[in-house]
Nanobody, 123 residues
Framework: QVQLVESGGGLVQAGGSLRLSCAASGRTFSSSAMGWFRQAPGKEREFVAGITWPISNTYYADFVKGRFAISRDNAKNTVYLQMNSLKSEDTAVYYC????????????????WGQGTQVTVSS
């Protein structure tokens, strides 16, 4: 069993920054692809960013490219999402996800989800 615990969400003004963290416990974290998803009220959960293992290839949704950065620290079993130049449309609950494989973070390949952390961007 893997537990994912997100932290770092909160209220920020447009143009500001936040860094989300996701601490993993349980089975080997370092062999899993990790991702961040988000869900705004009334909308479906959507992919934000992902990172593979062992080579940390990163992937981003078009709407966050150039603003967000995903990284991982395998020694700390933690994945991060640095969010800069935040916009009001980034307001959502952000979820950390662990993949079944080391390369995929497609929705169907997600094995574990965190409980989510709220990010609210005021305009």
């Amino acid at each position: 069993q893997v537990q994912l615990v997100e932290s770092g969400g909160g209220l920020v003004q447009a143009g500001g920054s936040l860094r989300l963290s996701c601490a993993a416990s349980g089975r080997t974290f370092s062999s899993s692809a990790m991702g961040w998803f988000r869900q705004a009220p009334g909308k479906e959960r959507e992919f934000v960013a992902g990172i593979t293992w062992p080579i940390s290839n990163t992937y981003y949704a078009d709407f966050v490219k150039g603003r967000f950065a995903i990284s991982r620290d395998n020694a700390k079993n933690t994945v991060y999402l640095q969010m800069n130049s935040l916009k009001s449309e980034d307001t959502a609950v952000y979820y950390c996800a662990a993949g079944r494989t080391s390369w995929s973070f497609a929705r169907d390949d997600i094995a574990y989800w965190g409980q989510g952390t709220q990010v609210t961007v005021s305009s």
